[in-house]
């Protein structure tokens, strides 16, 4: 009988040769660091990390930036109005979600949460589009599905999960499936420091760091996971030093800093298409506004914190690099805000005039064809309506 049993064993009761040990310190630098550009004045702090873009290029960031901030408050306002069932605030947090979809290629895939709003922008999504979804719209490209936080095909946008970090291992899948495929995809998952508690962040992570699966993992520390802060989500001195355990890198970054996050996420996209596996990066930001319209975030952190924090908020800092540059004037940043606000104030009532999804919307777009108990289900419905209209009752849509 032919034996399978390898000739050389090899087993591991040794130490590990220095190789390894010299490359796991330089990976613990990086775990433990915090790559920055530009400080929270605007500064050049360190110009071997500053992305070759033209002016603009730079120009385009900030506007991306602009963006963002001015459609999360119009949502916030639609929620207090009653228009908008709930909204999670993006505001503090454009340059993570803006720097890491702008290096990304089309043929890539993004794999958010629900606080990208900048990423969905990059990646060629549309105020109306959001709102559409937002304010479910006959417009509405997920017709009506509760729960599922925008994402288009069309983009290569996956909608985001409300269950936290659901969509870690299914990056991962996707990720692996391109590289069976051969083709030239990088995933990218998107998550908050609250998901690195989950199993299915080890889960995902892990496979990934085996298989070498192109895949980037960015995981935004905004230091509170609803009301749990940092210190209560881990004993570690980082959540990127999570990755060494996994045998990928982990890089902490300045989340605040569009160009650092940039310049990280384009060395692990650009790493993860040579074949050289996945990385995480730690971005390390702040959650300016409440984790959801539902939350009241007085309740376990203080103003005194939430000021602070503002100092070193995204889009004033790269405002005043962008000044001192010579790329963007105060004045032209300022009058950039003032006509997004205005134009998406015409979108917003465009799209509030638009009629909403159809009462029977959701019999549509689950089967290709309705089989027969659902096409029972749907006709009772449809005899419902019919009564409640003879009755002169109104059904909200």
Same mark, same amino acid.
């Given at each position: 009988m032919e034996s399978h049993v390898s000739e050389k064993v090899d087993l591991p009761f040794k130490p590990l040769p220095p190789e390894v040990l010299e490359e796991y310190s330089g990976r613990l630098r990086e775990a433990l660091g915090l790559k920055r550009v530009i400080d929270e004045e605007g500064r050049v702090v360190d110009e071997g990390l500053m992305p070759k873009l033209p002016p603009s290029e730079m120009r385009e960031i900030y506007e991306y930036m602009v963006r963002?901030?001015?459609?999360?408050?119009?949502?916030?306002?639609?929620?207090?109005?009653?228009?908008?069932?709930l909204h999670a605030p993006n505001k503090g947090q454009?340059?993570?979600?803006?720097g890491t979809a702008k290096p990304m290629?089309?043929?890539?895939?993004?794999?958010?949460?629900?606080?990208?709003?900048?990423?969905?922008?990059?990646?060629g999504m549309s105020e109306e589009e959001i709102l559409d979804r937002a304010l479910n719209t006959i417009d509405d490209p997920l017709k009506g599905s509760d729960f599922?936080?925008?994402?288009?095909?069309?983009?290569?946008?996956?909608?985001?999960?409300?269950?936290?970090?659901?969509?870690?291992?299914?990056a991962t899948g996707a990720a692996m499936a391109a590289k069976i495929l051969g083709h030239d995809t990088v995933v990218v998952a998107m998550f908050g420091d609250g998901a690195s508690s989950r199993g299915d962040f080890h889960a995902g992570l892990n496979f990934a760091g085996v298989f070498k699966a192109p895949v980037v993992f960015v995981l935004q520390n905004n230091q509170w996971a609803i009301s749990v802060p940092v210190k209560r989500q881990t004993a570690a001195p980082s959540f990127a030093i999570k990755a060494l355990a996994y045998g990928i890198p982990g890089v902490r970054v300045d989340g605040n800093d569009v160009l650092a996050?940039?310049?990280?996420?384009?060395?692990?996209?650009? /790493?993860? @298409?040579?074949? =050289?596996?996945?990385?995480?990066? $730690?971005?390390?930001?702040?959650?300016?506004?409440?984790?959801?319209?539902?939350?009241?975030?007085? /309740?376990? @952190?203080?103003? =005194?914190?939430?000021?602070?924090? $503002?100092r070193y908020e995204p889009l004033k800092r790269f405002r005043k690099f962008l000044d001192s540059q010579?790329?963007?004037?105060?004045? =032209?940043?300022?009058?950039?805000? $003032?006509?997004?606000?205005?134009?998406?104030?015409?979108?917003?009532?465009?799209v509030l005039e638009k009629p909403g999804l159809p009462k029977d919307v959701f019999f549509h777009n689950v089967y290709e064809r309705r089989p027969w108990h659902l096409e029972e289900e749907y006709e009772e419905f449809k005899e419902s309506l019919k009564v409640a209209e003879e009755l002169g009752l109104e059904l909200e849509e």
């Open positions: 963002a901030r001015v459609i999360d408050s119009w949502l916030l306002k639609l929620q207090r109005m009653g228009r908008v069932a454009e340059a993570t979600a803006v290629k089309p043929q890539d895939w993004l794999f958010p949460s629900y606080r990208e709003l900048g990423a969905y922008l990059v990646r599922a936080i925008y994402g288009n095909r069309k983009y290569n946008i996956v909608p985001a999960p409300v269950p936290v970090g659901n969509q870690i291992p299914l996050v940039y310049s990280v996420v384009s060395e692990a996209l650009e /790493r993860a @298409r040579r074949g =050289e596996g996945p990385t995480l990066v $730690e971005a390390v930001t702040y959650r300016l506004g409440p984790h959801t319209t539902a939350d009241d975030p007085g /309740r376990y @952190r203080s103003e =005194e914190e939430v000021k602070i924090a $503002e010579g790329i963007l004037t105060e004045k =032209e940043a300022l009058q950039m805000e $003032e006509e997004w606000n205005a134009r998406v104030e015409d979108i917003v009532k465009r």
